[in-house]
């Protein structure tokens, strides 16, 4: 099984474009996550969703959004990106959440650029 | 505040036992996973624990003191792939994970 897969790999914007970041997992799981990581700090939660439908706010959910239409699929958008949004950003998903300890799951990444 | 602290860096040679360890200060605890994470690639998991002690997993091992709020990873055997960074993340009372800056290890031949 592919897991979760993001898309694009890599991608540099121009400061002030809308942007949607993908993550697809095909495990089934309930609940999604989108992270972002910078160099020298720990990931930090960007939005959350514990299952389809609904979706919650991290530590840094400024300047993002996020929708949860089906159990598969979790877009994060940035509508007008800043130069500060420059990071990796990490997508994941665990089977529940909302009271449980799974083991989260990560998809390879995307490298943003925003210039 | 939640905060987690680790070392940056760690140096070690192949073969050698290396020890990294972790302190946090979460509201509330659910556990604490350790991750590894190579250079331009995702986070993989490693181990988990919620009691107290260590659990042993192949050439990794990971401790747990909820007490002294402190955990550590071991790793035996050190072989060359092993060259990654280690992520402490305990869970908090939200079920959420608090993650560390990660500490680099790095293997000498």
């Known amino acids: 099984t592919a897991g979760i897969t993001q898309a694009p790999t890599s991608q540099i914007l121009a400061a002030g474009r809308s942007m949607t970041l993908r993550c697809t997992q095909d495990m089934r799981h309930n609940a999604m996550y989108w992270y972002r990581q910078d160099l020298g700090l720990g990931l930090r939660l960007i939005h959350y969703s514990n299952t389809a439908g609904t979706t919650g706010k991290g530590e840094v959910p400024d300047g993002y959004s996020v929708s949860r239409a089906n159990t598969d699929d979790f877009p994060l958008t940035l509508a007008s990106a800043v130069p500060s949004q420059t990071s990796v950003y990490f997508c994941?998903?665990?089977?529940?959440?909302?009271?449980?300890?799974?083991?989260?799951?990560f998809g390879p990444g995307t490298r943003l650029t925003v210039l | 505040g939640q905060n987690i602290d680790q070392p940056t860096e760690m140096t070690a040679t192949e073969g050698a036992i290396v020890q990294i360890n972790c302190t946090y200060q979460t509201s509330g605890f659910n556990g604490l996973f350790w991750y590894q994470q190579h250079a331009g690639e995702a986070p993989t998991f490693l181990s988990y624990?919620?009691l107290d002690g260590l659990e042993e997993k192949g050439r990794f091992s990971s401790f747990l003191s909820r007490s002294k709020g402190y955990s550590y990873l071991l790793l035996k055997e050190l072989q060359m792939k092993d060259s990654a960074s280690y992520l402490c993340a305990p869970m908090d009372s939200n079920y959420q994970l608090i993650w560390g800056a990660g500490t680099k290890l790095i293997i000498k031949p």
């Open positions: 624990n919620v």
């Open positions: 994941a998903s665990s089977e529940t959440s909302g009271g449980h300890t799974d083991t989260q799951y």
